[in-house]
């Protein structure tokens, strides 16, 4: 069944793409609109931009726009009708379900289709049947779960049968091909058949970041010899490790709060956010991987470790933390008292209380893991409280951001009683040792040989040739290089690191961004060699040469001052025809698949795009780009 024209103008009306975005990319306030970093291709300096008044996306970095449909379609890997019903689901607005998606559909929706019919089966066996009323009672009377919760996190119950769901999704013309490949049934050991997975369990349904069903989790209620939690296995649409459960409820309350609570479990999940508490998230028994950890990062940039009193519990948040601290998030670890869990704790003492105890109870990386240290070693010997030292060092070398870096030493000699200028040097052998084991490992690599020259021959010549800056490239590196911090913003307001060639350049690019960041632009750090042979003798290059506006970039109408006479017009300059260069790459490249293509639908697409592209020109040569980033 097609979706109306007038269902969808309902959804679109009802979808801000501020907020459908804000999901995604943590955007900031620029002008009328927003910005972020583009969650479509990498880059450093925000350059994906948010049109609250069109409701529509654009990335000036890599290109891609649209309106909030198409955001979701290419960030979730969605066809259109499941965009359409996901962000319905979101707004509340009830669309008719689809009958069976037919032969033809795509295998993805049909599991999805599955999944959906699945949760609601579950629910309805839980909230409607007599058989459902054991598990109703766990929930309520025993887990104090209320009803409202059950809605909200759709808890269900799934019957003491072989083929309940079985015999329900046959009659609702679900095949059993596509039950298996949703995790839902089990195939017999004779191949005479399959069988429900789930059987006498209270279900928790997992959803994705857009509210759409992937997976379950089941708990048993029976006293058999059986495991007590099963979970969906991996499927087309379930990828455990890049799954959080609750990110959906919660991932509002992160960003509003700025961190993420992350506990073990579906129950902490549930009754913490019952009691108030609602930025929490569980890894569903899985150990903390780096997909979850970029899925929280979307949201925040703190994360608190809840981990139960165990040698168990410290061992995961001591593996956790290195992760977290890799992929630039701030993290803090909270012990629980002894056999208490967030759900037992929450449920007696209540959400206040719960909060007050991690403010006051949270840790930072440094004290946990030298504490673990002490409790596991009791460096007791001069060897292992050193080896303590090292372990606390090697994640403190881990966290990107220097003057973070920075401020973990001086906490680690605070507490350790090392001096920082010898955390410091332990930190820098630590990084030769990475560095030497990275260089033995590509020594021993194979190398690829070209014909009868051998491996020799390729050792010694590029297999690829770098790529040479464009000149307006080199006076933009030369303006960041000489005028320092207020022209790098500058510049890196209005550019994205994209737009530099790869290589030397784009390197660059990158380290002055790193720097600016760490608050100190050294151009000394380019020449030193740290940074690269290739970004040396750029830098030397465009410092020795004194690359200047070329008078030729008057034939695009860009003004040429003399780089001391004014630099930020000069910047301008160099930034409008470089943003020229690139796009008129695009459009030359653009005609010649106009010129290939056949097709006429894919011909007039082309040309749209054509169109679009000679609208950005137009906006690049009149210096609109300089509002897209406005303050």
Not at 52 to 76: S, T
Not at 201 to 228: C, E, T, Y
Not at 286 to 309: F, G, S
Request: glycine share 8%.
């Amino acid at each position: 069944m097609a979706i109306s024209d007038h269902k969808i103008e309902e959804v679109r009306s009802a979808s801000d793409i501020v907020d459908v975005v804000g999901n995604y990319v943590r955007l900031k306030k620029r002008g009328s609109g927003f910005v972020g970093l583009c969650p479509f291709h990498n880059e450093k300096t925000p350059s994906f931009n948010v049109n609250p008044r069109m409701q529509i996306f654009k990335c000036f970095g890599c290109g891609v726009g649209g309106d909030v449909f198409q955001f979701l379609m290419r960030v979730e890997r969605l066809s259109f009708p499941e965009a359409v019903r996901a962000l319905a689901e979101n707004a509340g607005i009830v669309i008719p379900d689809d009958s069976n998606p037919g032969p033809q559909a795509d295998a993805s929706e049909a599991v999805y289709h599955a999944l959906r019919f699945a949760a609601r089966f579950f629910h309805q066996q839980l909230v409607e049947t007599d058989e459902g009323r054991t598990a109703l009672h766990y929930l309520v009377d025993i887990r104090g779960i209320s009803t409202s919760s059950i809605r909200k996190f759709g808890l269900g119950y799934a019957p003491d049968g072989w083929d309940t769901l079985l015999n329900a999704a046959r009659a609702a013309s679900i095949s059993e091909e596509v039950l298996l490949k949703a995790g839902l049934v089990v195939e017999r050991n004779d191949g005479s058949g399959v069988y429900d997975r789930y059987r006498n369990r209270v279900i928790f349904p997992i959803f994705s970041k857009v509210g759409k069903v992937i997976g379950f989790g089941g708990r048993v209620l029976s006293d058999a010899d059986q495991p007590k939690y099963i979970n969906s296995p991996e499927t087309i649409v379930y990828h455990k490790s890049h799954v959080l459960y609750g990110l959906f409820q919660a991932r509002q309350d992160i960003r509003r709060q700025g961190e993420a609570i992350l506990v073990e479990g579906y129950t902490d999940v549930i009754s913490l956010a019952q009691a108030g508490v609602g930025h929490v998230v569980a890894s569903s028994g899985t150990a903390l991987t780096v997909e979850q950890i970029d899925a929280i990062k979307k949201y925040c940039d703190r994360v608190i470790l809840i981990y139960d009193a165990d040698t168990a519990g410290a061992a995961a948040a001591v593996r956790g933390i290195d992760l977290i601290l890799e992929r630039g998030l701030a993290v803090y670890v909270v012990r629980l008292p002894d056999k208490e869990d967030p759900d037992t704790f929450v449920r007696r003492e209540g959400a206040e209380a719960f909060m007050r105890f991690l403010h006051d109870n949270r840790m930072d990386f440094v004290t946990f893991k030298y504490n673990v240290e002490r409790d596991e070693d009791d460096l007791n010997t001069p060897e292992s409280e050193a080896a303590g030292q090292r372990s606390v060092v090697a994640s403190i070398a881990r966290i990107p951001d220097p003057l973070v870096r920075a401020q973990y030493v001086r906490r680690a000699s605070e507490i350790m009683g090392v001096p920082e200028g010898t955390l410091e040097r332990t930190m820098a052998g630590l990084a030769r040792q990475r560095r030497g084991r990275r260089g033995r490992r590509r020594s021993t690599e194979p190398q690829a040989s070209s014909g009868a020259n051998g491996p020799e021959q390729t050792q010694s010549q590029p297999a690829v040739a770098v790529a040479v800056p464009a000149p307006e490239e080199k006076v933009l590196l030369r303006l960041m290089l000489e005028f320092g911090p207020d022209i790098v913003e500058f510049i890196l307001s209005n550019m994205s690191l994209d737009e530099f060639t790869p290589g030397p350049s784009r390197d660059a690019v990158a380290a002055l961004v790193a720097m600016y960041q760490a608050g100190q632009v050294d151009k000394t750090k380019l020449l030193d060699g740290s940074t690269g042979e290739g970004v040396q003798h750029l830098a030397a290059e465009v410092l020795t040469d004194r690359h200047e506006p070329s008078t030729n970039w008057s034939r695009q109408n860009i003004d040429v001052p003399t780089l001391n006479q004014d630099p930020r017009e000069s910047a301008t300059s160099a930034m409008a025809l470089l943003k020229l260069d690139r796009i008129d790459q695009a459009i030359r490249q653009l005609n010649s698949r106009i010129r290939s293509e056949v097709g006429e639908e894919q011909v007039r697409s082309l040309q749209r795009q054509m169109m679009e592209l000679h609208a950005i020109r137009r906006d690049i040569q009149d210096r609109r780009f300089l509002s897209w980033n406005e303050v």
